[in-house]
């Protein structure tokens, strides 16, 4: 397997500290969206110590989630190779426009339904909608590819993850006009209670990060108080979004706990009680982490720890 293919960028003065392991969950969760792709901080962790990591804390599993080509074939290669790990591949919503330009978006999203058929990939994702980043002349090409991505995983039944910035609106209209896949997810959800009643009437998911911690963040405390528990799911969105108390620092999913115990106390809920309906969930919409056999475990090991975040 390779090296990790992305190195975060750093900004100055960022505190490059991986925090330290927080109380360990007695029910297990799962985080539904990362990028353990991306190497952080200053420690140099492999993907096989992140998941260690993980699982010490009570984090089951993973879902290993693609942007670009590079990114998604790393990310189906990776969940071949590990069981705490499935995949999701797509391509990103800023990343539509620069395949568009170069003609080559067609041959990109037939490869990415190529690799959504592999062993152990459970969705397409991350797809959507962003109008923070790519301005109007990238438009056309997001919502091209945002409909075709729709289209893979309902032809290969798998669950949707949508990445919207800015497109609240052309995401919902987008979803009702051309219908939305069974199992759709809106990652990193970062509506309001109205849209999150919305989402909810479809029966969508609302997968919260870090940022429901955040304290400006009263817009998603209430949107997660509007939702349904059967529709909830959380994530890291490592090595980004960083739960409070340790915001701007490298994130990963054995930080995790610390966005559950948050949205358990918003909700004024026992911590085991939701881990446990979060963890229904989040199978629901996935399946099961040893549904389908790695093919590889030889290949993810911690050997490996010598690689920045990488797979050896």
């Not at 340790?246 to 610390?258: E, I, M, Q, S, T």
Request: aromatic share 6%; charged share 20%; net charge negative.
């Amino acid at each position: 397997m390779t090296d990790p293919v992305r190195r975060r960028e750093q900004t100055a003065g960022r505190d490059l500290r991986y925090p330290p392991l927080p109380e360990p969950l007695v029910v297990p969760i799962y985080d539904n969206h990362t990028h353990l792709e991306i190497a952080d901080g200053d420690e140099g962790l492999s993907v096989a110590e992140q998941l260690h990591r993980a699982s010490s804390v009570g984090v089951r599993g993973v879902i290993q989630v693609g942007g670009d080509l590079e990114t998604s074939r790393w990310s189906a290669q990776a969940a071949a190779a590990e069981p705490r790990m499935l995949a999701a591949v797509a391509i990103h919503p800023n990343e539509a426009p620069g395949y568009d330009a170069a003609g080559t978006l067609d041959d990109a999203l037939a490869e990415i339904s190529a690799l959504a058929a592999r062993p152990r990939v459970v969705a397409v994702g991350e797809t959507g909608l962003d109008f923070f980043r790519t301005g109007p002349d990238g438009r056309s090409a997001q919502f091209r590819s945002f409909e075709a991505h729709i289209e893979i995983a309902k032809q290969h039944g798998l669950a949707l993850q949508i990445h919207d910035r800015d497109a609240h609106a052309e995401v919902i209209e987008t979803l009702l006009r051309v219908g939305a896949p069974e199992r759709t997810v809106f990652h990193c959800f970062s509506g309001d209670a109205e849209m999150a009643r919305i989402c909810a009437d479809n029966g969508w998911y609302l997968s919260f990060s870090g940022t429901v911690t955040f304290k400006n963040s009263d817009n998603l405390r209430a949107a997660l108080a509007a939702v349904p528990r059967r529709l909830l799911l959380v994530e890291t969105d490592a090595p980004f979004l960083t739960p409070a108390p340790f915001r701007g620092r490298p994130n990963a999913p054995y930080l995790l706990p610390h966005t559950l115990r948050a949205m358990a106390d918003h909700l004024e809920t026992d911590v085991s009680m939701l881990a446990a309906q979060i963890t229904s969930n989040t199978e629901l919409v996935y399946g099961r982490w040893d549904a389908e056999p790695v093919t590889a475990p030889d290949t993810l090991s911690p050997a490996d720890a010598s690689h920045r975040g990488g797979i050896a």
